[in-house]
């Protein structure tokens, strides 16, 4: 299989890469964080194409695939992104592509390649666990629409979003797969609460409620609409190795470089053994890490559901198994300096500690594969 980038790919990567080193420094990230604004880079991002990056280019889209998303979403890892890019357009926009039909798609898109349209996937709930299937939010027929009622929590900057694509039970029972549809809502129209706060990587989220909230659209056959959601969030899964992936590189160079400098007993202490071992590990994780990766981006589009179940499960779990060392050799590495808030250790090992929960950790990903029958038939 060849590996090697095509050269619109490598110019993408160039020109993301760039961005990010201009305008994503640590101490950049820290004014964005103090900032109410935030990163003023969302139309950056727009004008790049990357708002419009998975859309056809009928469409207004940039025309690209996973490739293309595995691209910028390690180099975001890399800068530790504050935006919304995870939510609106690799999650969001893989439900748009998947369900909406074509005259959504064309209302939306554009909208979305352009900035002015942020989305948030509201669907997980307290009893869940990860099950995409446990779904208690209920939609019921109003006349010619859909009236929802139920919460859903830890909304991926739902908080900021200007639509909502929540689940809701239409039928069944509440962890049947059939019966579940996918509608679009406006977090500001009358029936629904939103509760926004930070989370521990310095993202934002959002417990939400539904109390006869209208649907303004339904994407897709209502009822029939898990399997292209389990679609997309394999998709996403596939997306967030990669960002874990860039996370994890600079936090190895991050650890390598600081093992260079600071010296002890009249030596820097790179040069101890242990430590050196220790330094070799992390490498050792970072680059089995980016294997997995690869293999989630190359299954991401794959259509056997349980093939590209297979591969994205194995790769969660090892993303996950990767992360943890990574994460805890970095800060034992630095030492007390890698828990402050003032350098940019910890605040890698929390996105990626992060990143190991969103749909799923390594020890639920790795029982899904001991289910799915292991990563080879």
């Known amino acids: 299989m060849d590996f090697d980038l095509s050269d619109d790919q490598r110019l993408l990567k160039d020109s993301v890469d760039r961005l990010i080193a201009e305008h994503y420094g640590f101490e950049q990230r820290k004014k964005y964080l103090a900032t ?35 691209i910028v979403m390690e180099a975001f890892g890399r800068g530790l992104i504050l935006e919304p890019y995870f939510a609106t357009v690799v999650l969001g926009g893989g439900l748009v592509r998947r369900l909406a039909s074509p005259a959504q798609q064309a209302e939306w898109v554009p909208a979305i390649a352009a900035g002015t349209l942020r989305l948030a996937f509201a669907h997980l709930e307290r009893q869940a666990r990860w099950n995409l299937a446990d779904v208690a939010t209920q939609a019921r027929r109003d006349g010619d629409g859909w009236v929802l009622h139920g919460e859903k929590g830890v909304v991926l900057h739902g908080d900021t979003a200007d639509r909502l694509l929540v689940t809701a039970r239409i039928a069944g029972a509440r962890t049947d ?32 409620a539904f109390d006869g909230a209208r649907a303004e659209a339904v994407l897709g056959e209502p009822g029939r609409a898990l399997p292209a959601i389990e679609a997309a969030v394999d998709a996403a899964i596939a997306a967030l190795c990669a ?62 559901a349980d093939e590209r179940a297979r591969a994205i499960a194995a790769a969660k779990t090892q993303i996950g198994r990767s992360a943890r060392l990574v994460g805890q050799e970095a800060i034992q590495l630095h030492g007390g300096i890698g828990m402050t808030m003032e350098y940019a250790a910890g605040h890698y090992f929390k996105r990626l500690t992060m990143i190991d929960q969103t749909f799923g950790d390594a020890d639920q990903h790795l029982a899904r594969l001991a289910a799915l029958g292991g990563l080879f038939r």
């Open 36 to 70: 109410p604004a935030g990163s003023p880079l969302w139309a950056r991002y727009a004008d790049l194409g990357l708002l419009g990056l998975p859309f056809p280019e009928s469409q207004g889209g940039f025309g690209g695939g996973p490739v293309e998303t595995m």
């Open 177 to 208: 797969r059939d019966g579940i549809g996918l509608f679009l809502l406006d977090p500001a129209g009358a029936g629904v609460t939103r509760r926004g706060y930070p989370t521990q990587d310095s993202l934002r989220a959002a417990e939400i």
């Open 243 to 304: 960002e874990a992936v860039g996370a994890m590189t600079a936090l190895q160079q991050l650890t390598l470089d600081y093992l260079k400098t600071r010296t002890q007993f009249g030596r820097a202490i790179g040069g101890f053994q242990a430590l050196q071992h220790r330094a070799v590990d992390m490498l050792t994780a970072v680059e089995q890490a980016r294997s997995m990766a690869l293999l989630a981006t190359v299954m991401a589009e794959e259509p056997d």
